[in-house]
């Protein structure tokens, strides 16, 4: 009953190329998909329910699956933990839900707002989430998250303090300076017509470096943050902000509110000051162009699941000619 991936072409974002996928670890839990029945198994046996939401020729599905639980200590930390489920976004298997109502794999996914891939729900015992990991994070960060959710500590720490307090990957230990970015403090909460954008940072982090550096210069990105009022924010700041609804708040409070996962991570907001997406994962410089249109130009008002705009993004681009490079 375990989905299974192959090779094939990538088929949510048609990129044209051949993609070669990884397939689950043999140790994930092959399930009949009643969730009751999983999260109580997991229960009885000192463990918890772990689901991991991928489609097929997902980049970073792949790059979870090789690099963190192809990881020994990452495979047997989880092992410890956790039972793992994997389920297709796009999936018709029939799945019993935590109320007990038979639907199905993407319907499930729906109702629990999966907007990326991967996403992990690391459940506790009576099937709330512990920690939910929306988008690819690396190995280092990866061990946090199991040390966390696996040590029950969610009723005792903010997984944003606890993060913080962990020892991060190399990085430059400073916060980037952009010419686009709202003045120090910033406030969130004035109106020029233009949707507001938190991108949450800190000072060590390595794929905070990777996006100043290589995200946001490309000329798509670029232009596209201009059709915000972006403000960056220190996870780990005391720094007083005016948040998109008018408070004033320490930026540490506000990633504390924000239940902030992983920098960076990018939290939109329309003009009435309302969260309207966000992303909190690893991404390459296609996906970030597409996170930012898809908010930029209101598609998600009329699209709301974001797997499906940048499959209709992809294909007009395709249309006219051009490679996408999903991982470059």
Same mark, same amino acid.
């Given at each position: ?54 489609q097929d020729g997902c980049p970073y599905c792949d790059k979870l699956l090789r690099e963190n639980f192809g990881d020994r200590a990452i495979a047997d930390k989880t092992r ?19 109320? *007990? !109502?038979?639907?199905?794999?993407? +319907?499930? %996914? /729906?109702? $629990?707002?999966?907007?990326? #891939? @991967? ?77 507001a954008l938190a991108i949450f940072e800190q000072k060590v982090c390595a794929g905070c470096d990777e996006m100043h550096a290589e995200g946001f210069p490309r000329p798509e ?24 609804? *008018? !408070?004033?708040?320490?930026?540490? +409070?506000? %990633? /504390?509110? $924000?239940?902030?996962?992983? #920098? @960076? ?64």
């Amino acid at each position: 009953m375990r989905a299974i991936f192959t090779p094939l072409l990538l088929s949510i974002f048609l990129a044209g190329i051949p993609a070669t996928a990884a397939e689950p670890p043999a140790w994930f839990k092959e399930s009949f998909l009643d969730m009751r029945e999983d999260v109580a198994e997991a229960a009885k046996s000192g463990r918890r329910l772990m689901l991991y939401f991928h489609q097929d020729g997902c980049p970073y599905c792949d790059k979870l699956l090789r690099e963190n639980f192809g990881d020994r200590a990452i495979a047997d930390k989880t092992r410890r933990h956790f039972d793992v489920i994997a389920l297709n976004l796009w999936g018709d298997r029939e799945v019993t839900d935590f109320a *007990g !109502k038979p639907t199905t794999e993407k +319907e499930f %996914a /729906r109702a $629990l707002r999966v907007q990326f #891939t @991967p996403t992990l729900l690391m459940l506790d015992e009576k099937g709330g989430t512990a920690l939910r990991l929306n988008g690819y994070v690396p190995p280092h960060q990866f061990h946090v998250a199991l040390d966390y959710a696996g040590g029950k500590l969610e009723k005792k720490q903010v997984y944003t303090d606890y993060l913080l307090a962990r020892e991060p990957a190399p990085a430059s230990g400073k916060l980037h300076d952009a010419p686009w970015l709202i003045p120090a403090p910033p406030d969130l909460s004035k109106r020029d017509g233009r949707p507001a954008l938190a991108i949450f940072e800190q000072k060590v982090c390595a794929g905070c470096d990777e996006m100043h550096a290589e995200g946001f210069p490309r000329p798509e990105v670029a232009a596209l943050l201009k059709r915000f009022r972006a403000a960056r924010v220190d996870i780990a700041a005391n720094e007083v902000l005016k948040t998109p609804n *008018g !408070k004033s708040l320490a930026m540490r +409070e506000w %990633a /504390r509110q $924000l239940k902030i996962a992983y #920098t @960076p991570s990018f939290v939109f907001f329309d003009a009435s000051g309302r969260e309207v997406f966000r992303v909190e994962g690893y991404l390459r410089p296609f996906h970030l162009a597409s996170s930012l249109d898809y908010v930029a130009s209101g598609a998600y008002r009329k699209q709301p699941e974001f797997q499906r705009f940048i499959e209709a993004r992809a294909a007009a681009r395709r249309a006219q000619g051009e490679k996408i490079e999903l991982m470059k």
